[in-house]
């Protein structure tokens, strides 16, 4: 069968198949086997390097992370020339 307009077109549709009901409770049941695990950490029992390594996990979901425009501006370098005028 080859590719034309017809056939891209019903390839770009969008799947008329529902959303699938397994996804929705697993995300839920995860979300609370997470929740409860969280609860029962006990941060002072934790060595230094357990503390790291769960502060780098929260940090990826806490801090926000920086917009492409604003590291291209601050990396963005002016060039100009130096005339010495006597």
């Given at each position: 069968m080859p590719f034309t307009s017809d056939t891209g077109r019903l390839a770009g549709q969008k799947s008329?198949?529902?959303?699938?009901?397994?996804?929705?409770?697993?995300?839920?049941?995860?979300?609370?086997i997470t929740s409860d695990l969280i609860d029962e950490i006990n941060i002072q029992?934790?060595?230094?390097?357990?503390?790291?390594?769960?502060?780098?996990?929260?940090a990826a979901y806490t801090i926000p992370k920086p917009r492409i425009e604003a590291i291209e501006q601050e990396t963005q370098q002016m060039y100009f020339q130096v005339e010495i005028i006597e």
């Amino acid at each position: 069968m080859p590719f034309t307009s017809d056939t891209g077109r019903l390839a770009g549709q969008k799947s008329k198949r529902g959303q699938g009901l397994a996804g929705k409770e697993l995300r839920a049941k995860l979300s609370l086997i997470t929740s409860d695990l969280i609860d029962e950490i006990n941060i002072q029992d934790l060595t230094t390097a357990e503390r790291i390594a769960l502060l780098r996990v929260l940090a990826a979901y806490t801090i926000p992370k920086p917009r492409i425009e604003a590291i291209e501006q601050e990396t963005q370098q002016m060039y100009f020339q130096v005339e010495i005028i006597e």
